[in-house]
């Protein structure tokens, strides 16, 4: 059974910085583009970043350029989410999945991926 675990959420103080990790188990995903989601209370839940296999030329929302960074590991089969200079609307649950397709070119498309984790909340306080 493939599954996606979510860790490193919490609660920061606007400025702050946040490490998430996201542990793939039941199968390598090292052939797949890993993605970070978000979803905020009411919201649909949007695109943050992702990462092909190679882990070059990464892929980021604007709204989160220069100050999270994606990169993976694949030999651990984890994907990580550096977090830094965290704004109080960054405050969502972030999902990892990994893409459908092991041919991705930057999709933004929830629909695109698949084997959603848990989710892990991060809040940021003002």
């Known amino acids: 059974q493939v599954q996606l675990v979510e860790s490193g959420g919490g609660l920061v103080q606007t400025g702050g910085s946040l490490r998430l990790s996201c542990a793939a188990s039941?199968?390598?995903?090292?052939?797949?583009?890993m993605g970070w989601f978000r979803q905020a209370p009411g919201k649909e839940r949007k695109f943050v970043a992702a990462?092909?296999?190679?882990?070059?030329?990464?892929y980021y929302a604007d709204s989160v350029k220069g100050r999270f960074t994606i990169s993976r590991d694949n030999a651990k089969n984890t994907v990580y989410l550096q977090m830094n200079s965290l704004k109080p609307e960054d405050t969502a649950v972030y999902y990892c999945?990994?893409?459908?397709?092991?041919?991705?070119?930057?999709?933004?498309?929830?629909?695109?991926?698949?084997?959603w984790g848990q989710g892990t909340q991060v809040t940021v306080s003002s």
């Open positions: 990462i092909r296999w190679s882990g070059l030329s990464p």
């Open positions: 999945a990994a893409s459908r397709s092991t041919w991705y070119t930057g999709s933004a498309d929830p629909s695109d991926f698949g084997s």
């Open positions: 039941g199968r390598t995903f090292s052939n797949n583009a």
